[in-house]
């Protein structure tokens, strides 16, 4: 008589499939916990620099190991010249107060400007640069694009312009190892950043996109026409109300 049992699997193969699931498993289990760990993480981060000064960044980190140094020195908002914000506005972000992080009008003007060739230009906002100098490094493509977007919102949200202004004036690179504009105040013109002309307010934010290339004192060529457009603009800023949200 036949024998008509059902035949069974190999143990190693009845047992592949469950241990497969559990690998899935127990990586998608890692993966949520690193996920959540790191939006707590960021908000605490993003509440702390709320009302403490960042005491260091990477792009600061990068220059001390790179031998240069680094030169910075806080100073609150309410004493740095009115002009030093307005020259920033000016020159950066002429929407600053009116969008709510992203100005997504000048980000099209730039694609297409930087379409027809030229001078390749950003339409990053002061609120991206922020995000990006303080909790991010400067390259990385588009991964770093999305976190600086991410962080971006936490700011607009929890900041608020004022402090958004504030931080980015104290962090913002100005000069190969200096940062800052008090820093670079000192650096540029010899006294700090609570008298600051039109003049010397547009040379510093001339020097902001590019400042391990430009140099604020005795600018050539684009930087110098740059800061004497800023300058005249930072007029426009005052007479517009462009810096209401600052006052």
Known sequence: MSDTRPSRAPLS????????RGWIGWAIGWIVKL?????????LMVVVYRFVPPPITLTMIGDALGGHGIDKSWRPLSDIDRNMPR????????????HHGFDFTAIETAMARNARGGRIRGGSTIS???????????GGGYPRKAL????TLLIETIWGKRRIMEVYLNVAETGIGTYGVDAAAHRYFGHDASRLSADEAGRIAAVLPLPKKRAAVAPRGFTRRHGNTIARRVGVVRNDGLD???R
């Open 148 to 151: 600086e977007a991410y962080f």
């Open 13 to 20: 193969n009845r047992t592949r499939t469950p241990r497969r």
């Open 128 to 138: 991206q640069q922020t995000a990006k100098n303080v909790f991010l490094i400067q």
């Open 35 to 43: 996920v959540i760990a790191f939006l707590l993480i960021s908000v």
């Open 87 to 98: 020259a920033a506005i000016a020159g950066e972000d002429s929407r600053f107060c009116a």
């Open 244 to 246: 209401g949200c600052l």
